[in-house]
Structures are given as C-alpha cells and as structure tokens.
C-alpha cells in the first residue's frame, strides 16, 4: 500500500505535528492540556485536534474541534477516519495508551491518496521506470550527437572561409541556415579585405608605372654624363653613384610591383620544363659578366644526376629569386665574402641552396626573415628594405612553386637560403 499526503500550508508536516501533539499532551486529574509552545504551533498550523476513548468512543478531550463534528464515534467511524476523512476534514491518528489522538486540519487543506499495489506491480513500475529513464538518456544522446554534427557540419565551412580570408583567397559563404548571419558578416569582411587588398594592389601599380619615365630618364641622363669628357674625376665618382642609386630604385619598384602581383594573384605563371641546372649557372655567369668586385666568389655546384633532371616552372621568375639571393649576400658584405650555390636534384625534389660566409644576423633578426610577415606592415625602423622586400619575393615565388624555403643562419658565421621544389 502507497500513502500520499499533499499540501501547501504550514512549515511542519502533518505526522510531525502529530508526534509533537502526542508528546505535549499532558494529564492533569481527568482532563488533559497542552503546552503553551504547542498551542500556538497547532494556531498558527489552523489545526485541531481531540482524544478518543478506545472504551467508549466519546471525545474525552479536544482542542479548537469544529462545532458541526459528533463527539461519540463507532468502530466503524473510527477505521474510516484512520484511512480517509472526518467529515471532509483531513485527520491524522496516533493510537496512544490513554485513546486514540486524532489532529485534523481546516477542509481542502490536504489531499491524502491511498493505493494499493503488488510486489510483482512494484517490480515492473520499477523496471519500466528504470527503462524510461535509459530510453530518455539514449534519446538525449541520439539528440547531442545530431546536433553535433550538424554544428560541426555548419562551422566547417566558416572555418575554411576564414583561413581562405587570412590567406587573401577570394571566399562566398552560403548565407543560410543557422549560422546565417555569421557567414553574412564574413562575406563583408571578405569584400571589405578584398577591395582594399585592389585598391593597395592598383596603388603600387600606378606608383611603379609613374616612377618609371622619371627614372629611366635619370639613369639615361648618368649614363651619358658619365661618358663624358668634360667632367673630371670627382663629378664622375658621383654621376656614377647617382646612377648606382637610381638602378636600385629601379630593382626596388621591380620587385615591390613583381611582389604586389605575386601577392594578390595577379601574376600568371608562365610554366615550362626547364634545367635547374642550367638557369642557376646562367644567373652566376650574368654576375660574373657583369663586373663582380675582386672581393666577392661565386662558386657553382651540381652532379651529372642534377644536369639531366627537368622540372616544370617560371623561369623568369626563379631566376629573378636566385638573382635576389646572391644580391642579399653581395649587398649585406661590404667586405666581400664567398658565395656557393648549389643544386641538388632527385626523383622527388630539386634542391637550390645560395650560401655565403659573411656577416650573417642574429637570431632575432633571422627569426624575422622566416616569419611570413608583409613588408608594408614592418615596425622596425633599422629593418632594411631592400634586403626584407628580396626575402619576401623569393619566398612569394617559391610559394608559388608549391615550394618551401628555409634560411639558416647566425651572427658572423654566414647566411644560407635553401629552396626545395
């Protein structure tokens, strides 16, 4: 048998109240009291309560009993009021010594619900119970794992988008679904980079076609006052740097134009099979033929393997990266120093190493040469253009190989750059 008791009034229980009354009530000759402190507990509770004769019947004692409740009970009154209801008031027995102790409640103020069940019943209200309880969990977990995956299979893309906008790709995410509005902010982001990314492009465009007619006209102007007679000698010595200088400036805008188009994708590669071998020995004979200081060596290296090995490329564009590397070892030792290249091919990879045994950097420095950092984003005042610029294009054109470099260096003990295709 299962016994409910449901209620909303008072702070104790009714089977509390009920222990107390059964404690407290207290003989005195032939009538019976309470305690002060349990008086004002069963007021504030809006109970009652009164003492039944187990010999008679009659209410030998009561507290605050409604007027409309008999004080005489049969048997039969009595098994009733253990079980349910006196009168539709709510009561709750103690069979005690002295008779039977009943504390009853105001009407509507408790429910009390009784059933009866089986062991056999219980058992299988347990079992179902417990099968619900797992059934539920399998479908909680059915639940995560679909939402799971559908948030997995909707962040991807996002993921994808934003590694295509750090990497400056061109990038549309579908606007819908869930994360519709996160993709939405991404595709202007991704207009917004895009547009300035044009418009950086277009400026370093326009700057290199408008300084090239001003510059080829002071490099044409040195080089005919250089062949002059009518200057002496120290007017010559500064024809000749201003003409140095301005075929810096030159190579400069080159490769700041070449880098601008490599970077945004605006540079096509013109690939064709060409012989590592073959372009690296042409660009050491164009510095050797172009009047190389006594103080600068460069040495060539390569195996039969390596001269019948062909790869696909730009040749332009490689020969424009070893160029860069030996101009970063001649322009970084003023001293002079000696330079090797060398070129290393296998079935499965072409090797081209530039190295020199100057004044190397250090280890900051060198750190900074193999972040792929922007040019244009550089703090560092002391950081020589020229020489970050040329590592950015040779890693650029590398890159656009499918290639990786790798420079390895340290202060006063050389400097060494390694493109492996």
């Known amino acids: 048998m299962l016994a409910v008791v449901s209620s909303s009034r008072g702070s104790h229980s009714p089977t509390q109240l009920l222990e107390q009354v059964s404690a407290d009530l207290q003989q005195s000759e032939e009538s019976y009291r309470l305690s002060e402190n349990t008086a004002i507990q069963m007021t504030n509770e809006n109970a009652w309560c009164m003492l039944i004769s187990n010999d008679t019947g009659d209410v030998v004692w009561n507290y605050k009993i409604p007027s409309e409740l008999p004080l005489h009970y049969t048997p039969g009154d009595i098994a009733e009021m253990t079980r349910w209801y006196l009168e539709d008031y709510p009561v709750f027995v103690s069979n005690q010594s002295y008779g039977l102790l009943v504390v009853g409640y105001p009407q509507d103020s408790f429910w009390k619900l009784s059933a009866y069940k089986t062991s056999d019943s219980i058992k299988i209200d347990i079992f179902g119970l417990v099968t619900l309880f797992l059934f539920n969990i399998i479908i909680v977990l059915i639940l995560f794992i679909h939402n799971n995956r559908k948030i997995e299979k909707s962040i991807k893309p996002i993921l994808t988008g934003i590694e295509e906008i750090s990497s400056g790709k061109k990038t549309q995410l579908v606007e819908r679904g869930e994360l519709a509005e996160i993709n939405a902010k991404l595709n202007k982001v991704a207009k917004t980079l895009q547009r300035r990314d044009r418009a950086r492009a277009n400026w370093i465009s326009g700057i290199s076609h408008d300084i090239r007619t001003p510059l080829s006209m002071v490099l044409g102007y040195s080089s005919s006052l250089e062949e002059s007679r009518d200057l002496n000698t120290e007017q010559k010595e500064k ?20 880098t601008s188009k490599l970077e945004y994708d605006m540079q096509p590669l013109r690939t064709e099979k060409i012989s590592p071998v073959e372009l690296a020995r042409q660009v050491v004979c164009d510095f050797l033929d172009s009047g190389l200081d006594e103080s600068f060596s460069i040495d060539f290296q390569s195996d039969e393997e390596s001269e019948l090995h062909y790869m696909l ?71 020589n253009l020229r020489h970050g610029l040329g590592v950015l294009l040779v890693r650029q054109i590398v890159e656009a190989h499918s290639g990786t470099m790798k420079i390895e260096s340290a202060l006063n003990c050389g400097y060494k750059t390694t493109l492996i295709f």
């Open 239 to 258: 024809i000749v740097a201003i003409r140095q200088q301005a075929t810096k400036i030159k190579q400069l805008i080159e490769d700041l134009n070449l």
């Open 313 to 383: 490329g730009d040749e332009a564009l490689l020969k424009r990266a070893i160029t860069n590397l030996l101009q970063n070892s001649i322009g970084h030792n003023p001293n002079g120093c000696a330079i090797t290249i060398s070129v290393d091919c296998t079935d499965g990879h072409t090797e081209i190493i530039v190295a020199d045994n100057g004044v190397g950097v250090s280890a900051d420095k060198l750190q900074e040469l193999n972040a792929k950092t922007h040019y244009l984003e550089s703090t560092d005042e002391k950081l």
